[in-house]
């Protein structure tokens, strides 16, 4: 298809580009990481979603470029602001079903940390629930992961029909809270009782816990009072250029 060609060309010919979003810290609203989030703006087309085309790039197998590029330009994005001062935080990269399927992932990472020289623990890796398909696999491949020293979490916790089983299973570090469930914390007093839930869940078994989608003060208190670790949304920060991310570092300090 059109799309599917549009995106080898687009990594060859640089088209691709990285925001980041802030995760706060909301003990002491310090940054605390960034989410890596792709962009891709197509010189005809305009700017296209990653909701759009990392699919595609899942069914063609461009995906293992693509990913590779957006873990190393992460990786060395975050060593940059290390080396001119930022505390360091850490960077998370969304890795997809097939990219994690991949045979040779945990090389690739160990590579790319060797490359860029980022400390294993700066790195995170926000995988969804639809990897756990094979939970053997999946179970080895997280392994060698957590034996690198990155950190592991799963990205639109909740969402996915798996069993929770695997929490207990699995070397994860942390839970993220899909946005359609804080959407709603102050409207719908079931989300409100999953969201609860979810974080008394998370901490009860030693896994930090990040809301995502926060755009409230209203939805930050709720989930200030229910002792949630994290946060992440446009309430804070969009997804920004890497530049834009300095900035707000010097301003929230
Ligand atoms: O940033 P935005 O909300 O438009 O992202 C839409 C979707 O694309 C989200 O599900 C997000 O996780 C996914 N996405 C964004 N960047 C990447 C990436 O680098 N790799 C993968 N696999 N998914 C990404
Ligand atoms: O699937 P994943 O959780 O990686 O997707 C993250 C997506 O959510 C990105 O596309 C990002 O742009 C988007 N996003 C981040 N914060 C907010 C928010 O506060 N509200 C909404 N609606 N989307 C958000
Ligand atoms: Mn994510
Ligand atoms: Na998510």
């Known amino acids: ?91 998370a990269v969304n890795i997809s079903a097939r990219q994690f399927a991949q045979k040779d992932l945990t090389e690739v990472v160990s590579t790319i940390l060797k490359k860029t020289g980022l400390a294993a623990r700066y790195l995170e890796l926000e995988l969804t629930e639809t990897i756990i398909q ?10 060698e992961l957590a034996a690198l020293g990155v950190h592991l979490s799963i990205d639109d916790f909740g969402t996915g029909y798996s069993s929770l089983s695997y929490l207990k299973l699995f070397p994860i570090d942390s839970l993220k809270i899909d946005q359609h469930f804080t959407r709603n914390i102050k409207s719908d007093s079931k989300d409100a009782a999953l969201v609860k839930t979810i974080i008394r869940m998370a901490h009860d078994l030693e896994l930090n816990v990040i809301a995502e989608g926060v755009e409230t003060a209203e939805q930050l208190d709720f989930l200030k009072s229910e002792q949630c670790n994290q946060a992440q949304g446009y309430y804070f920060n969009r997804p920004l250029p890497a530049q834009d991310i300095e900035e707000i570092y010097y301003t929230t300090k």
């Open 1 to 91: 298809s059109r799309l599917a060609t549009g995106l080898r060309k687009g990594l060859e010919q640089g088209e691709f580009t990285i925001h980041y979003q802030p995760q706060i810290s909301l003990k002491t609203e310090e940054i605390i990481g960034v989410e890596a989030l792709l962009r891709w703006n197509h010189p005809e087309w305009g700017p296209i979603s990653p909701a759009e085309f990392i699919p595609i790039a899942e069914e063609t197998g461009s995906i293992t470029k693509i990913g590779e590029f957006v873990l190393e330009e992460a990786c060395r994005q975050n060593k940059y602001w290390q080396d001119i001062g930022l505390a360091p935080f850490r960077v």
């Open 134 to 143: 094979n939970a053997d696999s999946a179970l080895t491949t997280m392994e």
